[in-house]
């Protein structure tokens, strides 16, 4: 007997509407075990579409080459008596070596990987679904079936960061289904290390054969070597999904005491048992660049996976909801995902780029649709201090929906310890290129307890990489560029006061030429607001200025030519006598930046990754040349070796082989 069930119903949310399907499917197999409810069997083919929700109210069974192949989301609710299983024609259970194919989470739109779904509500359909299996109230024990999971990555680079959602899997059984052959050996990426989160080190495993979801949780953040690994093809990963029961490797982690005994030296310039400066692995960007900002560098920080075959909804992880998921991190500062660009460096790994959001503002801001985290993906969240014993139950995180949960009550300032007295309001620049690709996006946020201008007090901003392509520069109090940071960092997401910075400008600046229009995303409340709005709750809107002086309305969607690497962005519209008397966007504003480095007691430049060589003169105060080097390579750091003992004021002048200029101070 060969059946197929196409079921077409799109998303049913109840359990009694989805006992519809399961009444069509028991009708089509025979129940074999008092623990299995829905039975397929050999030969039998079970077909979910794209967008339907199977509910089983019990345990599910697939014998011989009984297969239900899944492009939609499957929910099997049971009980500790209820099984998952995959089992021979002789009914015994089927292991990873003999598995294939009985139940396969299938990816629909394989070369839509790299992309992602907008957080809107449903309103734009997803572009990249798969097929999701959600597991609750069975037993670890009583979950022995395997699932043929399809997934793909992004290359990461060096190393790529993900999860293993199953139990009881090997890094050895892993080998042959990403086409790569791994060691023990550190360093040569090809070796597997699991993060610890409170000693703030990454282990490698000397035991390819240990386990995951035992001595090593599932719920742990990986860096798996990857010289030859390639995941941009579609890979299928074997094992036995993991169960939300709370034993062995889904424990709900107590978050407190993330490196509160390690002792990082200033911006991670310390080094851990193997050697490895800290920073060489670990980045904080959350407390600014190499001092920009005084904050608690590399504390408090906790790396996770997600470790089921559902997505981790991650946008209310710190929002205090009366009806909500119970997951309240009262004292989270961001979430960071999707990394790109690691790298090998100082025998430690590094990535050049991230998705983040921040939440002292009471609601996400920046990267809101990067809070959907997939089956393997990895996740940091940095919390404001280590005081709370806050629980991060994973297990009501899942989400079939490729888009974020609403939280259940509207916004309130009594909810949320940071809770801003008003609206948090937030535009995003998305950089395109001629094709319409996303080369790159930036965030300005604004409400009533935002803080305006360089502070040690900063609630959301997030510094931008020197290989960030858009970012904003610190605003003076007055409007345009603080002159006295802007050759020290630049700003992924950037915050002010609503009501002190309301019509000043911060200055917008691009380096490629590949940039040709930018795109408008416009939230409130991390809620994006209908196409073509521009006018707020609060009655005023963003505006950005071109370089031929129009200010216009920037609006939800509407995109925009680039005629220029710098414009002007606004909270509120400028007055003519604001407009006539701003600060100029011309202060300098190249990546390229002078940045002290306590650790050498010296000031370092950090070049701009476009630059190959440079030039480098230091004036003292008289105007006497103290350090002249010519043809600098730019592919390291180079530190100004001043004389200590001498307090002096400098300025430092810097040109690229390009012709670009960089001029800036020191002041000691």
Known sequence: MRVKIVLTHKYLHTMRKSLFAIGLLAAGFSVQAQNVLLHVDDTATTYVSKGTLVYSGGGVQMRGTGVVENHGNFMVSGTNTDSFKTITTGNVDKTESNAGGNFVNKLNEPTAYNQQNANDGGTTPPVYTYGQLYITGVPQNNIVGIVDEEMRQVNQGDYQQMGMPFFQKTVTSLGPEVGKTFSTQRYSKNEVLVYGNYDVIGYHLNNLNLRFGEVVPSFNYLMVGGNNLDLTTTRTIKGRPVSDDGSFSNASPTLNGAGANVTFGSSGQNTNVYGEKYNSYLTDEFNGSSGAWQGNWGKNIYQFANPYLTNLDLNNIGINEANGDGVNLSNIYGVRTDASGVVLNNAGSSATAYKVVTFNSGVPTGDASSLLVRPFGAFTIKLNNNSNNDVLNFGNLRRFNYYGRASTTAYNVNANKNGASGTVKQLGVIALDANGKELDRTYYVVYPNGTTGHTSAQKTQYTASTANLLGTFEESSTGGIDANYSSNYWLYINEANENDF??????????????????????????????????????????????????????????????????????????????????????????????????????????????????????????????????????????????????????????????????TKILK
């Open 502 to 663: 309301k019509g000043k400008n911060i200055v917008l600046k691009n380096y490629s030429t590949q940039i040709k229009s930018y795109k408008f995303e416009i939230r409130e409340n991390a809620e994006l607001v209908s196409n073509g709005t521009h006018q707020l709750s609060t009655g005023t809107g963003f505006y950005y200025k071109a370089p031929n002086g129009s200010v216009m309305q920037a609006k939800q969607g509407e995109t925009v030519p680039v005629t220029n690497d710098v414009y002007d962005l606004y909270y509120g519209e400028p007055n003519r006598n604001v407009l006539a008397t701003r600060p100029s966007t011309t202060v300098n504003s190249s990546r390229t930046m002078v940045v002290y480095n306590p650790e050498i007691t010296n000031y370092i430049v950090r070049f701009d990754p476009n630059w190959k060589k440079a030039d480098i003169e230091v004036y003292d105060m008289s105007g006497k040349l103290v350090i002249s080097k010519k043809a600098v390579n730019t592919s390291t750091d180079f530190v100004i070796e001043l004389d200590n003992s001498i307090k002096n004021s400098y300025v430092v002048k810097i040109v690229s082989d390009k012709g670009e200029t960089v001029n």
